[in-house]
């Protein structure tokens, strides 16, 4: 509502039909901000239907705006009517796509009001966009479990899944799992030195590089303190939030295989789902090691819900739909920086009492396998003792 409103104050009486449109488009939020305190909770309307008074507004303002824009961008205002026109038509053409597959919602977020078009399946869109085509092929190392990511990808009962094993060497990879550490929400303050103590534990048994993969800043900054204070010995390195591109790559040049030094340790803090999370490739000596704290639920939000509440409805699991699956996904990919080639040999650390339980267990990739559970630091330590007394590389 409040870019509307403001772009309305720019336009002022310079183009009385543009200002007119506008103003009818700012009064329909003010009628939804009621919705949402009658029919809503107070802070938020959900509705399935998409009002097709609210479409027709939106058409008439972009018409007017189309009017306006062809004077050129000699307009005082023509920065924030160009921003807000793509706005309105990106609107535009989503309402077009409607059906049962979307549901709208109304928040007030202080004196301003936000209304969104919200897609909770987008399989229908991605299969229509499919059918233009003769075939199509989706690969990934983490989608998982198949028959999810086959649904939400547009496809069909019928489509050929097909998943791979693992063209690496098992023995190169040691799985360990410190599922007597609870890192839920209520029990996370109980469990950072218990972390900071297993990732000692992880980095102590072999110089290198390792990173450790945290559900959040605050919980990696809590841990991180902890850890900083009682390993003084070990480089630590934290990642900072909105880091710039110079930054980030100055945090992966610490895992410069040549810049490593013998019995140097070195230990990245990072944020699951981030920029280190995915999309980075340290082969070799680079990365030895990573540690993966919880289970990588996405934050209980009003969007999640929704998606979660929309499966239900359909007899699938919504739970696991809108919250483990991806969830897993993150911890997939952050564990998947450790193995790279077939020459590598890497620790990795799960730390969180439900990755024993089978929902997510079955979600274990087969390369994971033995998992090997952990108790407390010295465990780990005789485990990977154990592990790297066997690395030609080591001895």
Not at 80 to 86: A, K, N, P, Q, S
Not at 270 to 291: S, T, Y
Request: aromatic content about 10%; overall charge negative.
């Amino acid at each position: 509502k409040s870019e509307i409103s403001g772009l309305k104050r720019l336009v002022g009486k310079t183009h009385p039909d543009l200002s007119q449109q506008l103003d009818a488009l700012n009064r329909y939020f003010a009628k939804l901000g009621k919705k949402v305190e009658q029919e809503g909770d107070g802070e938020c309307w959900i509705s399935p239907q998409l009002s097709t008074d609210l479409m027709a507004l939106v058409h008439n303002v972009l018409r007017a705006a189309e009017k306006v824009l062809e004077q050129g961008a000699a307009l005082p205002f023509w920065d924030e009517l160009i921003e807000c026109y793509f706005r309105v038509l990106d609107f535009e053409r989503i309402g077009e796509l409607f059906d049962e597959h979307y549901t709208t919602y109304t928040e007030k977020q202080g004196r301003d009001i936000r209304f969104r078009l919200f897609c909770l399946d987008p399989a229908h869109n991605i299969r229509q966009a499919l059918e233009r085509g003769c075939a199509a092929v989706f690969f990934s190392a983490t989608l998982s479990p198949l028959a999810y990511f086959r649904d939400l990808l547009g496809g069909e009962e019928g489509d050929t899944l097909l998943s791979l094993g693992s063209p690496f060497p098992p023995e190169h990879l040691r799985l360990l799992l410190a599922d007597h550490i609870e890192t839920t929400y209520k029990k996370r303050g109980e469990s950072y030195d218990d972390i900071a103590e297993s990732i000692a534990a992880l980095v102590s048994q072999r110089a290198g590089n390792y990173l450790a993969f945290f559900p959040s800043y605050k919980y990696m900054e809590e841990v991180a303190t902890r850890f900083a204070e009682a390993h003084p010995d070990i480089d630590l390195l934290v990642q900072e939030s909105g880091m710039s591109d110079r930054q980030r790559e100055e945090f992966l040049s610490a895992f410069d295989a040549d810049s490593l030094q013998p019995e140097q340790y070195t230990v990245g803090f990072a944020v699951m789902g981030g920029v280190f999370g995915e999309g980075i490739d340290l082969v070799g000596e680079r990365l030895v090691g990573a540690v993966v704290v919880g289970v990588g639920l996405p934050q209980l939000c009003l969007e999640r819900d929704l998606i979660r509440h929309y499966f239900d409805e359909r007899d699938i699991s919504g739970f696991a739909y809108a919250y483990v699956y991806p969830g897993m996904n993150r911890v997939l990919q952050a564990a998947g920086r450790v193995i790279r080639t077939a020459s590598d040999r890497g620790a990795i650390l799960l730390v969180d009492r439900r990755f024993a339980q089978s929902r997510y267990r079955q979600l274990f990739p087969p390369s994971w396998h033995p998992v090997h559970s952990v108790r407390n630091p010295a465990h780990i330590a005789q485990s990977l003792t154990e592990f790297w007394h066997h690395d030609p590389a080591h001895n």
